[in-house]
C-alpha cells in the first residue's frame, strides 16, 4: 500500500482532510477496493478514453466546477461540504432552536448510520445499474453525459462514505466496505431500495431514471440538507447542486425521444412511429407508469414511525422545511392523505407527523407533473392530440399503504384478474422492452444521432453539439 499518496491533493476537499491523519488512513485503506469497485463495477467500456468531464473543485457558487478531458479512473473523487455558518441553528423538531451538532450525539448514532447508509447504497447502485450503457449509446454527448452522471454517483459515495469515517468509526468503516460489496440486483446481497435493484437496460430506461429516480434523490437530499447533523446536511446540499445535471439529462433525454416520435407522425401522416424507427408515445407512458411507481416506493410508507423518529429527532427534515409556515414540530397539524378502505379510495386527515414521507412524496409527485407538462406541450405544440399522466399513487406499488391491492393508472381499486389482463397495457410488456432494445445501436461519429432520439439544443459548457465529448 502506497502510503506516500498525497491524500489532500488526490481527493480534492474542503473538510482539511490534511489534518486528521486518522481519517487519512481510513480513506488511504478504502480508496483502492474503490477503484477495484469502479474498475469491475463502473462503466464496462471507455475506462481508458478521454471524457469531456466536469469536476468539483470547490463549493463557490460561481465557479465550482472544472471542465476537461480525462480518463475516468482519473476523475477526483472529492469531498465537499457546503458553507455552513457559525449560527446555524436547527430548524425543526424536539430540538429546534438549539445550535446544530457537528458530531453524532450518541442517542442518534443508529438512526444516522441508518440515513447515512441508505443514501450512500443507492449512489454505487446507480453505477451498476447503468454499467453496460455506453454500448449503445445514442450518441458521444449522450455518453459522456451518462459518465459524468456514473463518476458523480461515484462522488456522492465518497460523500457518505466520507461521513461514516469521520464520524461513526470503526462501524463507519465497516459500512464503507459494505457498501462496495452489496450489488444491484443480486439476490443474496441486493442494495437496500427496491429501485436500485432494478435493471436499466436500454436508453430510454436511463432517461426515465434519471427523470424519476434521480428526482427522489432531489427529494431525499433536500430532506437530508435540513439535518441537525451539519455535516451531512453540508454535504447533502452540496450534492444536490451536481443533481440537477443528472436531472436535466433525464428530462432533455425524454423530450428529445417525444420530439423524434412527433416528428416521425407528422412528417408520415401515421401513428406507426415504431415501423419508422422511433419509440411512440404509448410505450414512453408505459414507461413513464414503471419508473415513476418504482421510484414513489423510494419514499417509504407514507405512514411511518420511522419517518417521525426522524423528524423529531432533528435528522431528517421536509422539503424546504425553512419555507414552511408551521410550528416546525408538527404537535398538531393536519395533513390530507389517500388511504385504502374497503376496496375505495378516500382522503382521510391526520397528524402531519405520522404521514412525512407522505408529503415528501407528493412534494416529488408535484415535482414530476411539471415534468410531463413539459413533455406535453412538446407534443401539443406539435399539433398532435395525445398526453401524458402519471399514473395515480396507488398504481404498481410495493411498499406502503398500496402495496396490497392493485390499481388501474388512473387510481381505481381492481382486483388480481384484472390487473393480470391489463399488465402489459400498464406498464412495459416485454415485447415493448425488446422493441425498444432493437433501436439501440451505438452512435459515435461527433453530432450524430440515433433514429429514435432528437439531437439536443446545445452542448455541454457551452460546447457544440458536435464537439467530440468522448475521444474514440
Ligand atoms: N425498498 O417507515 P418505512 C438517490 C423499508 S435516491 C426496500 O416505510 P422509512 C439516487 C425500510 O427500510 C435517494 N425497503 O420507511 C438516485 C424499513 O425497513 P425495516 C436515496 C424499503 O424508514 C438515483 C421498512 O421498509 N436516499 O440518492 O421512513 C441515482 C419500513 O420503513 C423501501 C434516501 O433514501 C424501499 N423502497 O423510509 C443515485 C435517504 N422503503 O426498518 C442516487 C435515506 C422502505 O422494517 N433513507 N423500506 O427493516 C431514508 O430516508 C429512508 O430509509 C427511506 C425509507 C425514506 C428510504
Ligand atoms: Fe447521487
Ligand atoms: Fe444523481
Redesign the pocket.
Given at each position: 500500500m502506497a502510503t506516500n499518496i498525497d491524500y489532500n491533493e488526490l481527493i480534492p476537499n474542503n473538510v482539511d482532510l490534511a489534518s486528521d491523519r486518522r481519517l487519512q488512513r481510513a480513506l488511504e485503506s478504502w480508496h483502492p477496493k474503490f477503484m477495484q469497485w469502479w474498475r469491475a463495477r463502473g462503466p464496462e467500456y471507455f475506462q481508458d478514453n478521454d471524457v469531456y468531464l466536469r469536476t468539483a473543485i470547490s463549493v463557490d457558487k460561481n465557479g465550482w466546477a472544472h471542465f476537461g478531458k480525462l480518463k475516468m479512473p482519473d476523475y477526483r473523487w472529492g469531498i465537499f461540504l457546503a458553507e455552513s455558518s457559525a449560527e446555524k441553528k436547527i430548524s425543526f423538531g424536539e430540538h429546534k432552536g438549539e445550535s446544530v451538532w457537528q458530531d453524532v450525539p450518541g442517542e442518534y448514532r443508529a438512526p444516522l448510520r441508518?440515513?447515512i447508509v441508505?443514501?450512500g447504497d443507492?449512489?454505487p447502485?446507480?453505477v451498476e445499474q447503468q454499467r453496460l450503457l455506453a454500448a449503445t449509446a445514442p450518441s458521444l454527448i449522450d455518453m459522456r453525459n451518462l459518465f459524468q452522471v456514473n463518476v458523480e454517483?461515484g462522488r456522492?459515495l465518497w460523500a457518505m462514505v466520507y461521513l461514516l469515517m469521520a464520524h461513526f468509526g470503526r462501524d463507519g468503516r465497516e459500512e464503507a466496505e459494505q457498501l462496495l460489496i452489496r450489488q444491484s440486483g443480486d439476490p443474496d446481497k441486493p442494495r437496500?431500495?427496491?429501485?436500485f435493484n432494478e435493471k436499466t437496460p436500454d436508453w430510454l430506461a436511463f432517461f426515465m431514471?434519471t427523470f424519476f429516480?434521480?428526482r427522489?434523490?432531489k427529494y431525499?437530499?433536500a430532506s437530508?440538507a435540513e439535518s441537525a447533523f451539519d455535516p451531512l446536511a453540508r454535504s447533502a446540499q452540496f450534492m444536490l447542486t451536481e443533481e440537477a445535471h443528472?436531472m436535466y439529462v433525464g428530462e432533455t433525454g425524454v423530450s428529445r425521444v417525444v420530439q423524434r416520435a412527433c416528428e416521425i407522425m407528422n412528417d408520415n401522416k401515421t401513428d406507426d412511429v415504431r415501423r419508422f424507427g422511433g419509440i411512440d408515445l404509448p410505450t414512453l407512458q408505459k414507461y413513464i407508469n414503471f419508473h415513476f411507481s418504482v421510484s414513489e416506493?423510494?419514499?417509504?410508507?407514507g405512514q411511518?414511525?420511522?419517518?417521525a423518529n426522524?423528524y423529531t429527532s432533528g435528522l431528517?427534515g421536509r422539503y424546504q422545511e425553512s419555507r414552511l409556515k408551521d410550528d416546525h414540530q408538527l404537535t398538531d397539524e393536519p395533513y390530507k392523505v389517500v388511504r385504502v378502505e374497503n376496496g375505495k379510495l378516500i382522503t382521510i386527515e391526520v397528524s402531519a407527523l405520522s404521514v412525512v414521507?407522505e408529503r415528501l412524496r407528493d412534494d416529488y409527485i408535484a415535482d414530476c407533473q411539471r415534468g410531463i407538462d413539459r413533455w406535453n406541450k412538446i407534443i401539443s405544440d406539435r399539433g398532435i392530440e395525445f398526453s401524458f399522466q402519471l399514473p395515480h399513487r396507488a398504481f404498481h406499488r410495493q411498499?406502503?399503504e398500496f402495496a396490497d391491492v392493485h390499481a388501474t393508472p388512473d387510481g381505481r381499486i381492481i382486483d388480481q384478474g384484472e390487473w393480470d389482463r391489463h399488465t402489459n397495457d400498464w406498464l412495459p410488456s416485454e415485447a415493448d422492452q425488446e422493441f425498444v432494445a432493437s433501436l439501440m445501436v451505438q452512435v459515435t461519429e461527433p453530432g450524430e444521432f440515433a433514429a429514435w432520439i432528437a439531437p439536443p439544443r446545445m452542448g455541454i459548457n457551452d460546447q457544440p453539439v458536435d464537439f467530440e465529448y468522448v475521444t474514440l
Open positions: 441508518r440515513l441508505t443514501q443507492t449512489e447502485a446507480s454517483e456522492h437496500i431500495l427496491g429501485a431514471f429516480t434521480d427522489d434523490g431525499q437530499l437530508l443528472h416506493d423510494l419514499f417509504g410508507s411511518s414511525t420511522n419517518a426522524y431528517k414521507n411498499i406502503g
